[in-house]
Structures are given as structure tokens and as C-alpha cells.
């Protein structure tokens, strides 16, 4: 179903505003309501009483706050919100009013109104006049009164969960892109576009974009509504567990193909392949300076790992990755593409049948601040040739690796790996410590110096660990909490947190490809890897979440934890070596539970890292 779009125009404009966008949407009930009330309250009582049951809203400057107005009166009608040329603050005390009569007003405008290429664009001042004298100066009296009693609106974005688009000229000097940022992270849901030579009327100056972004939000919205996709709880609110309605899960169609365009970014778990790489979808996702082939940073992580390890096109890492991007591996840094492609090579040939199965993406961004993206994918081949474990021993392996992207316009320029290597050397029967003992000899024959951890700040001097976690790097208030409950585990060791925060069901995904069920097993994994780096401090670098088509939202965390080896285990007896383990876990929550964990860190680097220092040791 499509859903009714309602638009508001700005000061001194009406429905010939739109009018482009509107023949490009002709297929969709649309109307276009007026600003003529001076007080927000009072006009967005009255326009909610004009339109639909439930509608799209889109509103352009001063339409914009009004929109936000009926968005936060009535959330369960505005079933989606796009903002165009717009803010959510009040005006500015010394902010001086827009002269009259109208005519005045447009020309005082007009020089910050465009962008640089919009300056002589005498067809775009003569309707903005026309406009104006349609107006009159009655109603732009009106208007400005409206303007002057708005109220900052920042504080209230998180309300609305509805899908949103952001939308503005990246030369609007009334509304520039600092405030457009604001609403796209005060928004949970947002979509930021910001459009290239366009000034403050960008859906007069690039009509044919702002048309492609808001269809593309549009279908965001229909889809939202067909899926029944409700808003979900956060993870944690203080102390107080919160749930999510499991009976409104969010359910995809069963007449789903891969050439169906549902407007949302994709999401991998839940689909094959063939519909993760589809041929003629419709683009969904801002994706300036991406390839066409790719319709959103889902398809296009998917669909590029794909082309490039299962496709065997490896000369892609050419025109997807920049020629300075550094990668960091639990084994070592790579700081150049021919390195990537060097590497890619090599494991290629050794594993001829390789393959590597999406599991999920969790991911962050836009096009124009650049995307993250945590991709977790799970690798399987046979070991047919010579390489880096020497003689082929004809056996298979299944290992796990999550790879954090850091993209903008099509290109990797920055890239965490975490790869279980460990996995592979014991399925296909190597001595673990053997292996680990020849990297470690290259790594000192090439004068690799070994980590040092002299004081972490985990404690400092006789004090416990910080009360309060750091949760600068989060997003929302559910990626603060699961921060804080992280904290409290591994840095305060309060272990008996677990108990609180995994659902009895849980699953406990790890490295060598264990499966553990159950909330006593996640709390012995946990604490075994504790064990080993007792004096580890537990650092997360990087959190993002997306909703789950599953039911509740999934986590990505980027982390490190490091300090000696003083613990037993796999790797020995304690050395008092230094140790350093970079992971990534992700989380599944529902029902104010974790369901899933799949935590990934590489035993054998921190074998690796024990016996070159050991070596180091030896050497004096």
C-alpha cells in the first residue's frame, strides 16, 4: 500500500514549490497543506485534523518545524518524516525578521538562497516572487510570528522512530549542514542526503535528485507499514529491564523476490544469496559516488566481498579500496591496496574452493559522512594446495571472521579483520603451538618488537576500576547501557551481571567455531578469557546497532582488551608475557535480552604473541 504524502511548503511558497517533485510522484495521493496559523501548537493541531488517518510528511523550512510539530503530536499517524531545507531549533535571539512586504523579503534572501550555480537562475527568482505575491503580506506576517515562536525541537528527535530523510542542498547557507547533521543523529531512524551545488530550495534547484531520495524514503515507509514494523525498546533504561513485543516482530512477505524494492536497507540473515545481490532492484539508500551496481552499504559490502574472494576479481580492490587504506589484523597491520591484493591472492590459491558466507551486517553512515559496516561472515574450503600451512592436507575448515569497514563514495579507506586462526590450524590437524611458534620466529627474524603494557588504567594505584563506563562512542541510550553493562563484566568483573542480561535460551557463538547454550556457558566462556589476561582492560573502540527483521536490535562491538598473560589455558602456562587481544562480538537483543552472542577473537595471535616474547626475552 502506498501511503498518502502530505507537504508543507515554506515562507512565501506554496504548492508550486513542489510541483516538480509531485510529476515525478504522480502515482501517489499527495497533498499540499498552508502555513497560515502563528502559533505551532494551534497550526499543527489543525493540519493533523486536514490529513489522512495515517501519512508521509514532508515539510520544507518553516514546513519542516511544522512537521515536526504534528510528528511529535502524533507519532502513531505520521508513519514517516522527511525534512527538506530545514532545522529543529528556534530562532535565533538576534536573528532579525524577514522585511516586508513580500517582495522584500525574497530579495534580501535571495543572495543566500542558491547555490553557486543558482545565482543567475532567473526562472527559480521569478517564482520565488510570484510565489511571495501569492502569499501576501498578511500571511508572511503570519509566518514570521510563526518563526519567532517556535522552540528548539533537538531534545525531542529520539521520539520519533518513523523512518526519516534528511534533505538539504549542501550550499544552503540558511540551513546549512551542521543542522542537517543534528536532525540525522537526533533521529533514530534518518537518512541524511545533502545534495552538491544545491542551495536552500533544493527541490527547485535538483528537482530530479530530491525526486529519487524521496521515493526511495517513501518506499522505506510504505514498507515499514506493510511489515507492521513497530518501534523497539531500547536494550536497557537504568536499571529497569525493557521489552519488546515478540507478537509484532516484523515479517517479510512471502512473495519477497530479489527484484522487489521494499525502500529499507537490506538485511542479510533472512535471505538468500540471490536476493542479497539482486539485478534490478531500485536503488534505497543514498549512495553518492558508489558504484550502480550497488543499492545500498548492505548490497555493497556483500556484493563486493563476494566479487572479490568467491568471483575471484580481485582487481576490484582497485576502485574499493584507496591506495593508503589500513587494515588492522589480529596478526598484523597492512597499511597499502597492493598488500590487500598480495594477501588475497595467496589465500586465494592455497584455498581454491573457498567460500565465505554472509551471516549479518551491522552498520552505521551515510553518504556523507561515509559508512561502517561490521560484516560477519563465515569461511569454508578444503586445503588443496601449498601455502602459508604448508603441505595440503586434503581437509576442510570452517572458520569465522567479522571484517569493520570505515567506506565513503566507494572506497574501504580504513578496515578492522578479525579472523579466527586458530580454527583452521587445529581442523586441519597443525600442532597450534608449532605453527605459532614459526610466525613468531619470522615476526623476530624481521625485528617485529613485541606489545608493551606497562600501565593500562584499569586501576589506577589503589583504586577499584572506574565506576562509570566511557560511553562517548555510542549513538542512542541502548548502545550507552549495553557500554555500561560491558564495563561492569569485564573491567569491574561483576560476572554475575550475566545472569541479568542473557535470556535463558542464549546462544554463545565462539572462536574454533564453539556453540554453547545456556547463560552458565556464556558466563564460563567469558570468564575464561578473562582468566587468561587477569589484569586485561576491556576497551570497546566502536558500537553500532541496527533493528532486527528478526525482532529487537543487533549490536557490533569493536574492542581490546589487553595486559599480561598470567592466567592457564590454551595457551600455556602463565608467562607474564605481554598480551593483546583485539575481538568484535556481536549481540543480538530481544525482550530486553541477549539472545545471541558471536564473539570473535584469534587464540593464535596470542599464542604468537607469548612465544615472540619469549624470543625477545631469550635475545636479552
Known sequence: MAVPLVLLPGTLCDERLF??????????????????????????????NMAPPQFALLGFSLGGLVALEMALLAPDRVAGLALVDSNARARAGDAPPHPGPPAAAVAAMWPRATGLA??????????LDAMAEGIGPQTHATQERLACARTDKRDQLSRLTMPALILAGADDLLCPPPMQHELADGLPKATLVLIDGAGHFAPLEAPDQVAGHVAAWLARVDHALSSNIRPLTPFRTGDDMTKTDSSHQPARRADATAAETDGTVLQVERRDFT??????????????????????????????????????????????????????????????????????????????????????????GNDSDGFYTSHMTHGQGRHSQYGMYGKPTGRTFLTRTVADCMIIENKIYKEWIVRDNMGPV???????????????????????????VVENRRLLGQYPPETDADTSIAHNDSEAQLLRDLHYIYNKRMFGRIHELYAPNCQWHGPLMREYYGVAAVLQQTMRLVALISDGYYVPQHICS???????????????????????????????????????????????????????????????????????????
Not at 587445529?426 to 608493551?452: C, S, T, V, W
Not at 598473560?565 to 556481536?586: D, E, F, N, R
Not at 564473539?599 to 607469548?610: F, P
Request: aromatic share 8%; hydrophobic share 40%; with cysteine.
Open 546 to 620: 541496527v533493528d532486527s527483521e528478526e525482532g529487537g536490535t543487533k549490536y557490533a562491538v569493536r574492542w581490546t582488551l589487553e595486559g599480561h598473560h598470567l592466567g592457564y589455558g590454551p595457551l600455556g602456562a602463565p608467562t607474564g608475557h605481554p598480551l593483546s587481544v583485539m575481538g568484535i562480538t556481536h549481540y543480538h537483543v530481544r525482550d530486553g535480552k541477549i539472545i545471541d552472542e558471536w564473539a570473535v577473537y584469534d587464540e593464535l595471535s596470542m599464542l604468537a604473541q607469548v612465544k615472540l616474547a619469549a624470543l625477545h626475552r631469550a635475545a636479552g
Open 19 to 48: 510541483a516538480p517533485l509531485l510529476a515525478r510522484l504522480s502515482e501517489r495521493v499527495t497533498m499540499v497543506l498552508p502555513i497560515d496559523d502563528d502559533d505551532p501548537v494551534v497550526l499543527a493541531t489543525t493540519l493533523l
Open 426 to 452: 587445529i581442523q586441519l590437524g597443525l600442532d597450534p603451538h608449532a605453527y605459532a611458534q614459526d610466525i613468531a620466529n619470522r615476526k623476530f627474524e624481521a625485528n617485529e618488537p613485541i606489545m608493551e
Open 275 to 364: 536476493e542479497l545481490v539482486p539485478t534490478d532492484r531500485a536503488r534505497v539508500q543514498g549512495m553518492r559516488g558508489f558504484d550502480p551496481i550497488y543499492t545500498d552499504i548492505v548490497d555493497y559490502i556483500v556484493r563486493c566481498t563476494h566479487r572479490i574472494w568467491d568471483e575471484r576479481d580481485v582487481g576490484l580492490i582497485y576502485t574499493h579500496y584507496t591506495h593508503n587504506c589500513v587494515a588492522y589484523t589480529t596478526m598484523g597491520t597492512m597499511y597499502d591496496r597492493e598488500t590487500h591484493i598480495r594477501d588475497t591472492i595467496q589465500r586465494l590459491v592455497e584455498f581454491p574452493d573457498r567460500r565465505g558466507l554472509a551471516q549479518q551486517v551491522i552498520w552505521r
Open 118 to 127: 543558482g545565482h543567475d537562475n532567473q526562472v527559480l527568482r521569478a517564482l
